[in-house]
Every structure is written in C-alpha cells, then in structure tokens.
C-alpha cells in the first residue's frame, strides 16, 4: 500500500489560507454597505488571491504528488464557501438578485446531498462542464465586484458595456450550474441501475 504523503504540506496551507480569507472578503464586501469603491477594489483583490491559491494548490499537489485525504475534503469546501459568500454578499450590497445565489447554492447543496447518497453504488465521475461551471462563476463575480470601483472613474458608456458582459457571464454561470447538475443527476440515476443489475457476490 502506498503511503500517504503528510497532510503538513504547502497546497493545503494554501486551502487553509482560502477559507480563512473568507471572512476578511466578505468583511471588505459588506463594509460601508459595499458603495465605498476603495473597498469593493480590496474586496476584488481578496477575491482574487483566493481563486489564485486555487488554481496553485491543485497543480503543487499534482505535480509533486502531494494529494491528500484532507486536501480532497477541504478544497471544495474552500471553493464553495468562498464563491457562496460573494454570490450571498452581492445579493446583500443589491448588486446581484437574490434568484442567482439561490439558484446556485442550492444546485451545489443537492449534488453534495446526491453524491454521498450514492457512494455505496460507486464514485460519481466529474461533470463535463464543472470547470465550465467554476470558470464562468469566477469571472461573473468578479466582474460583479469591479462594478462599483470602475463606475467611479469610467463613463456610462463604457459602464453600459461592462454591466452587460457582467450579466451574460453570470447569466451563463447559472445556465451551466444548472445543466451541470443535471448532468449529475443522470448519472447518479445511471450509477444506481448500473449496480442493482449487476449480481451480488
């Protein structure tokens, strides 16, 4: 059996600097009922390294085989609450409406529900479109969040352009969350009826 590298290593110090960057984003996000640009500026930055750690745990951990139990447990759970609390905290600042946070959180929620419940039948694979999915999620908040800094020094032209590419990115995030968990669920449905047919030992 081979052994399992020690959980005491750089990508998950990076997954534990995520989630506790989580509280100083939405702190920055909330402040002054998030219309101070300045701040909506160090709430973007914040946002910004979160999703950056991201992408450099995963390749460290790939690369120098360092993939561990807690780093398969704690990345999601990184990923989720950070792009759960921008989605609630654009909905709070009324800069999102509240049908796109739902929308999401609870697609997330029942495939989290849906894949424990069918782990006894086998491991769901990945959905086709899931880094689709984070991509498009990741670039519409941030968008979002730059909304009220460039509104401060652009013209409203230029603004009227920015606020569009914001909805159709986001408006495709909650298209693709939605087919994405779809998907899943064909899956799940498959996974099962796959099992039960096959004979017992």
Sequence with gaps: MTQQPSPWNVPNALTVFRILLVPVFLWLLLA???????????AFGVFALAMITDKIDGDLAR????????????DPIADKALLGAALIGLALVMQLP?????????????????????????VMPASRGGKLKTVLQTA????????????AVLGHDAMLIITIAAWIVMVAAVVVTVVTGIDYIV??????RTAQREPRG
């Design 140 to 151: 519409g908040i941030g968008l979002f969040l730059l909304l009220r800094p460039l509104d």
């Design 187 to 192: 899956k799940a449905v498959r996974l099962v």
């Design 98 to 122: 509240w049908w796109v946070p739902v929308t999401i959180l609870i697609r997330e929620l029942l495939i989290t529900v849906l894949r424990f419940a069918v782990i006894r039948f086998g």
């Design 63 to 74: 690369k120098h085989n360092l993939v561990t139990d807690f780093g398969k447990i704690a």
């Design 32 to 42: 002054a009922d998030g219309l101070d640009p300045a701040l909506r500026l160090w």
